[in-house]
């Protein structure tokens, strides 16, 4: 019987991991239970969340310093809680943004060295609006300086970063935000729930434009998107607990196109979409293999798979744009461990040395195709393209500067105020606890009285039936006598 193998130029990609020395070691990631991928990385950068004491903090480390870092290497603190997520401009690779438990956002300038001695660095902006902790940033594949955060207030709120203002809050989810994902030209935001929806926004109208039944499992469930197509990719867990990757038509959300059973681990799954090379990648958390699929035709078709001993707590993919092409590489994933992070380089063999222009299509530019205010008027534009051939080159650092002022913190008061202040408060809530005792105890004589009353009712009521009854007795008995 005849077999045929579909052919395809990435059925031979494979995955290879970095050399410890040519990793990052040495780092203290954040134990935070929040689903996150707990790194991001960018051309030049790579951002991890730490474990860190008073407060939350991360740190950015440049792509060239490997090797292990100093035990006190500059951290990025300004959060009271927690740093949860965190996201690279995409069209300035020298600014990041940070969400944290204490329900900020905040917008960081990255410095292109470190001072000597230097231990901190604090944020330029930061943005208040949310009730609750902030667990995803995402900025926009399209406009300048537009980014959303979602928070546990169920609410996703769109900031323009340099103005320093919200211009729009999403709301109609009914559970805590579990992913987002913007499309090709970012006019809609797809998002997964944990009350088991997933839902596509029309975000400049606040508009729900499709709803469906997304996994049934009560784990974390991811969304991509695939491209510059109207498909989404989701990852979840059906009812049984078992993985799933299933294939979305994002104009139906009634029914997945496709849906696949994957495995019965436990890890959330973390996909990853190269739309130049139509692979879809993914990622468990906890395990350390990394599947991947090609996408054609409204069908997701298995590769191969990575597989490493070592568990993954989370990954970020470098953008396109800073691939070795020279070397075949497709794409470059960031391996987060207990206290290390690996690159692993996928490339498609190939003995030319010429440039590979098949696998290599024009990918996203560091150009912005809209400003802030043309997004946010209803424009809509397709992303920026660059062709790798003349090879890329990062841009020189823009400094940025918003026009909104950073909050100032407030002055600590002298010990004699701060104790005349507690003083104060400390008495006018005893006065409020005795009003209330005071309100309690005649309440409770009203409820006393009334409980009296009612018993006497019911002693009256029991009375007046036997009563009755003894007189209904009464002609019974003459009668009776009288024969």
Same mark, same amino acid.
Request: glycine share 6%; hydrophobic share 35%; with cysteine.
């Given at each position: 019987?005849?077999?045929?193998?579909?052919?395809?130029?990435?059925?031979?990609?494979?995955?290879?991991?970095?050399?410890?020395?040519?990793?990052?070691?040495?780092?203290?990631?954040?134990?935070?239970?929040?689903?996150?991928?707990?790194?991001?990385?960018?051309?030049?950068?790579?951002?991890?969340?730490?474990?860190?004491?008073?407060?939350?903090?991360?740190?950015?480390?440049?792509?060239?310093?490997?090797?292990?870092?100093?035990?006190?290497?500059?951290?990025?603190?300004?959060?009271?809680?927690?740093?949860?997520?965190?996201?690279?401009?995409?069209?300035?690779?020298?600014?990041?943004?940070?969400?944290?438990?204490?329900?900020?956002?905040?917008?960081?300038?990255?410095?292109?060295?470190?001072?000597?001695?230097?231990?901190?660095?604090?944020?330029?902006?930061?943005?208040?609006?949310?009730?609750?902790?902030?667990?995803?940033?995402?900025?926009?594949?399209?406009?300048?300086?537009?980014?959303?955060?979602?928070?546990?207030?169920?609410?996703?709120?769109?900031?323009?970063?340099?103005?320093?203002?919200?211009?729009?809050?999403?709301?109609?989810?009914?559970?805590?935000?579990?992913?987002?994902?913007?499309?090709?030209?970012?006019?809609?935001?797809?998002?997964?729930?944990?009350?088991?929806?997933?839902?596509?926004?029309?975000?400049?109208?606040?508009?729900?434009?499709?709803?469906?039944?997304?996994?049934?499992?009560?784990?974390?469930?991811?969304?991509?998107?695939?491209?510059?197509?109207?498909?989404?990719?989701?990852?979840?867990?059906?009812?049984?607990?078992?993985?799933?990757?299933?294939?979305?038509?994002?104009?139906?959300?009634?029914?997945?196109?496709?849906?696949?059973?994957?495995?019965?681990?436990?890890?959330?799954?973390?996909?990853?979409?190269?739309?130049?090379?139509?692979?879809?990648?993914?990622?468990?958390?906890?395990?350390?293999?990394?599947?991947?699929?090609?996408?054609?035709?409204?069908?997701?078709?298995?590769?191969?798979?990575?597989?490493?001993?070592?568990?993954?707590?989370?990954?970020?993919?470098?953008?396109?744009?800073?691939?070795?092409?020279?070397?075949?590489?497709?794409?470059?994933?960031?391996?987060?461990?207990?206290?290390?992070?690996?690159?692993?380089?996928?490339?498609?063999?190939?003995?030319?040395?010429?440039?590979?222009?098949?696998?290599?299509?024009?990918?996203?530019?560091?150009?912005?195709?809209?400003?802030?205010?043309?997004?946010?008027?209803?424009?809509?534009?397709?992303?920026?393209?660059?062709?790798?051939?003349?090879?890329?080159?990062?841009?020189?650092?823009?400094?940025?500067?918003?026009?909104?002022?950073?909050?100032?913190?407030?002055?600590?008061?002298?010990? $004699?105020? /701060?104790?005349?202040?507690?003083? *104060?408060? !400390? @008495? #006018?809530? +005893?006065?409020?606890?005795? %009003?209330?005792?005071?309100?309690?105890?005649?309440?409770?004589?009203?409820?006393?009285?009334?409980?009296? $009353?009612? /018993?006497?009712?019911?002693?009256? *009521?029991? !009375? @007046? #039936?036997? +009563?009755?009854?003894?007189? %209904?007795?009464?002609?019974?008995?003459?009668?009776?006598?009288?024969?």
């Amino acid at each position: 019987m005849a077999f045929f193998v579909r052919p395809s130029k990435y059925r031979h990609v494979y995955g290879t991991c970095a050399k410890r020395d040519v990793s990052y070691d040495n780092l203290r990631v954040s134990a935070n239970a929040w689903d996150t991928n707990m790194v991001k990385v960018n051309p030049l950068f790579l951002s991890v969340n730490w474990q860190a004491s008073g407060g939350g903090a991360f740190a950015v480390l440049p792509l060239t310093q490997v090797g292990k870092l100093p035990d006190n290497y500059p951290l990025y603190r300004g959060h009271t809680g927690p740093v949860l997520d965190t996201d690279f401009n995409p069209f300035n690779d020298y600014v990041i943004a940070s969400g944290g438990e204490d329900s900020k956002v905040m917008i960081w300038n990255i410095p292109e060295e470190y001072a000597e001695g230097q231990e901190d660095v604090t944020p330029i902006l930061k943005l208040s609006g949310h009730g609750r902790k902030v667990g995803h940033v995402l900025f926009h594949p399209v406009a300048e300086n537009v980014l959303a955060s979602a928070s546990t207030d169920l609410t996703i709120k769109l900031w323009d970063i340099e103005k320093g203002v919200e211009k729009q809050e999403i709301t109609g989810h009914q559970e805590i935000i579990q992913s987002l994902a913007w499309n090709y030209n970012g006019s809609l935001l797809a998002t997964t729930c944990r009350d088991k929806k997933l839902r596509v926004f029309d975000v400049r109208s606040n508009e729900i434009i499709q709803e469906g039944p997304g996994h049934q499992g009560i784990k974390g469930s991811r969304v991509v998107w695939l491209g510059d197509t109207d498909r989404l990719a989701t990852t979840g867990f059906s009812r049984m607990s078992d993985r799933q990757l299933n294939l979305w038509d994002s104009n139906n959300l009634a029914k997945p196109l496709k849906s696949e059973f994957l495995d019965t681990s436990s890890g959330v799954l973390m996909p990853f979409y190269d739309m130049d090379t139509k692979m879809l990648f993914l990622a468990g958390k906890g395990d350390g293999n990394i599947r991947y699929y090609e996408y054609d035709n409204d069908e997701l078709y298995a590769l191969s798979e990575y597989k490493a001993i070592e568990p993954q707590r989370g990954m970020a993919f470098l953008p396109k744009r800073a691939v070795h092409v020279n070397e075949c590489e497709i794409a470059r994933a960031y391996k987060v461990g207990t206290t290390l992070v690996e690159p692993i380089s996928f490339t498609v063999p190939r003995k030319s040395d010429a440039f590979q222009s098949d696998i290599f299509p024009p990918c996203l530019s560091d150009e912005p195709a809209l400003t802030a205010d043309e997004w946010f008027e209803g424009k809509n534009a397709n992303p920026k393209l660059i062709d790798l051939e003349a090879g890329f080159t990062a841009k020189t650092k823009k400094e940025f500067t918003p026009s909104a002022p950073v909050e100032e913190a407030k002055p600590t008061p002298s010990p $004699e105020n /701060a104790l005349k202040d507690v003083t *104060k408060e !400390n @008495e #006018e809530l +005893k006065s409020q606890v005795t %009003e209330k005792d005071t309100k309690i105890r005649v309440l409770q004589i009203e409820l006393d009285k009334l409980r009296t $009353e009612l /018993a006497e009712l019911a002693l009256a *009521k029991k !009375n @007046e #039936e036997m +009563k009755a009854e003894k007189l %209904e007795e009464l002609p019974h008995s003459g009668n009776a006598l009288v024969e």
